[in-house]
């Protein structure tokens, strides 16, 4: 069975611009194939991560950046997963590439949220929500992680402030990141005073709206063989759905992205103590204490201890690093993109040593 390897990547700076979603593909894919052969003498097929096509009024957005990279007559599928999207396109990627179906597969992602301005986004959003019990009730993306922070708060020894120093955290690590939207760092109190949004979430506990893309190219070891720098193996994915409405689930426990992570551990041979460096979907600062616990990083109730360097964690956590890109919350979360940028900053992007990322 063929190995799959990330042979190249590219991607724009994630933020605020007027580029449409087409040239912000245009300016990853001119960085993810410089000074290597043209695409259509690559790329087999073409998998394309987007949340949603109300940003740009666009669907066919396979064929579409099919097109800008000139490629014709081959395989292009948007693969629609809201903020899993561009993880989605990198799995479907590897497993074509695994399977022998083909030898090169282009997965990238984009998103222009900030086309339809922040009442578009709201609503864009507020449609990956279950219509019959959340939509209808006015439920937005801030208001329903609110509930799940509430709860966290209530369940374990985590305060407000714990969560304002993941924030912390995660912008000192985007003031490394060249592409990040907030490439800046904060403190504490500028969290804790900022306008709430939906308490106890504060508008530095959210993620930002911002535009941007990302491409990876997948191909057989030997193929990449015959390409310019390094590649890094896949040697695991896994993918897994919750209940799509909040009320009908454990909202401390995230059992799908426990079950994609355990799938991804075993097929590659590996367990979470293995794992250096997390990127992990801190869309709200509970997220990442939430996704810590659920991927093996951390024990139940501690993954808000996230920001702590590894020896003043308790016992059961690991001593990974994570978002050590910034995160969602920093280096930002133009959606369909988001899954590709966390690959592409985990695999190929220089980083300080891990230590450094999370020290207090």
Same mark, same amino acid.
């Given at each position: 069975?063929?190995?799959?390897?990330?042979?190249?990547?590219?991607?724009?700076?994630?933020?605020?611009?007027?580029?449409?979603?087409?040239?912000?593909?245009?300016?990853?894919?001119?960085?993810?194939?410089?000074?290597?052969?043209?695409?259509?003498?690559?790329?087999?097929?073409?998998?394309?991560?987007?949340?949603?096509?109300?940003?740009?009024?666009?669907?066919?957005?396979?064929?579409?950046?099919?097109?800008?990279?000139?490629?014709?007559?081959?395989?292009?599928?948007?693969?629609?997963?809201?903020?899993?999207?561009?993880?989605?396109?990198?799995?479907?990627?590897?497993?074509?590439?695994?399977?022998?179906?083909?030898?090169?597969?282009?997965?990238?992602?984009?998103?222009?949220?900030?086309?339809?301005?922040?009442?578009?986004?709201?609503?864009?959003?507020?449609?990956?929500?279950?219509?019959?019990?959340?939509?209808?009730?006015?439920?937005?993306?801030?208001?329903?992680?609110?509930?799940?922070?509430?709860?966290?708060?209530?369940?374990?020894?985590?305060?407000?402030?714990?969560?304002?120093?993941?924030?912390?955290?995660?912008?000192?690590?985007?003031?490394?990141?060249?592409?990040?939207?907030?490439?800046?760092?904060?403190?504490?109190?500028?969290?804790?005073?900022? &306008?709430?949004? $939906?308490?106890? !979430?504060?508008?530095?506990?959210?993620?930002?709206? =911002?535009? %941007? *893309? +990302? #491409?990876?190219?997948?191909?057989? &070891?030997?193929? $990449?063989?015959? !390409?310019?720098?390094?590649?890094?193996?896949?040697? =695991?994915? %896994? *993918? +897994? #759905?919750?209940?799509?409405?909040? &009320?009908?689930?454990?909202?401390?426990?995230?059992?799908?992205?426990?079950?994609?992570?355990?799938?991804?551990?075993?097929?590659?041979?590996?367990?979470?103590?293995?794992?250096?460096?997390?990127?992990?979907?801190?869309?709200?600062?509970?997220?990442?204490?939430?996704?810590?616990?659920?991927?093996?990083?951390?024990?139940?109730?501690?993954?808000?201890?996230?920001?702590?360097?590894?020896?003043?964690?308790?016992?059961?956590?690991?001593?990974?690093?994570?978002?050590?890109?910034?995160?969602?919350?920093?280096?930002?979360?133009?959606?369909?993109?988001?899954?590709?940028?966390?690959?592409?900053?985990?695999?190929?992007?220089?980083?300080?040593?891990?230590?450094?990322?999370?020290?207090?």
């Amino acid at each position: 069975m063929p190995q799959p390897v990330i042979a190249t990547v590219g991607a724009s700076p994630v933020g605020r611009t007027d580029l449409p979603g087409r040239d912000l593909f245009s300016v990853a894919i001119e960085e993810a194939f410089e000074g290597r052969p043209d695409p259509a003498d690559l790329v087999e097929a073409v998998y394309v991560g987007n949340q949603s096509e109300s940003y740009e009024h666009q669907i066919m957005y396979g064929t579409l950046l099919a097109e800008w990279a000139g490629l014709r007559n081959v395989p292009a599928e948007r693969v629609e997963g809201c903020a899993a999207a561009g993880a989605l396109a990198l799995r479907h990627a590897v497993k074509d590439v695994r399977n022998g179906e083909h030898e090169a597969v282009l997965a990238c992602g984009v998103e222009k949220m900030t086309a339809g301005g922040t009442e578009g986004a709201t609503d864009a959003l507020s449609a990956a929500f279950e219509r019959a019990l959340e939509q209808r009730s006015g439920i937005t993306a801030p208001s329903q992680y609110a509930l799940l922070a509430r709860r966290y708060l209530h369940e374990t020894e985590t305060t407000e402030r714990d969560l304002a120093e993941i924030a912390v955290k995660n912008h000192r690590n985007a003031a490394r990141n060249p592409r990040a939207q907030f490439p800046k760092e904060i403190d504490v109190e500028t969290v804790l005073q900022s &306008a709430p949004v $939906a308490p106890p !979430l504060s508008l530095y506990d959210c993620a930002p709206v =911002g535009d %941007g *893309a +990302a #491409a990876v190219l997948v191909t057989t &070891a030997e193929a $990449a063989a015959d !390409l310019d720098g390094p590649v890094v193996s896949v040697d =695991g994915t %896994g *993918a +897994a #759905a919750n209940n799509l409405a909040v &009320a009908e689930r454990d909202m401390t426990d995230i059992d799908g992205a426990r079950t994609a992570a355990e799938t991804a551990y075993e097929e590659a041979e590996i367990g979470p103590n293995d794992v250096d460096v997390a990127e992990v979907h801190d869309a709200f600062t509970v997220c990442e204490a939430l996704l810590s616990e659920a991927v093996g990083l951390a024990p139940k109730g501690k993954g808000y201890q996230s920001y702590r360097p590894p020896e003043e964690r308790d016992d059961g956590w690991t001593d990974v690093a994570v978002s050590t890109s910034g995160g969602l919350k920093a280096r930002g979360h133009p959606i369909g993109a988001t899954g590709l940028l966390q690959a592409i900053e985990e695999a190929f992007e220089g980083r300080p040593d891990p230590a450094d990322l999370v020290e207090a």
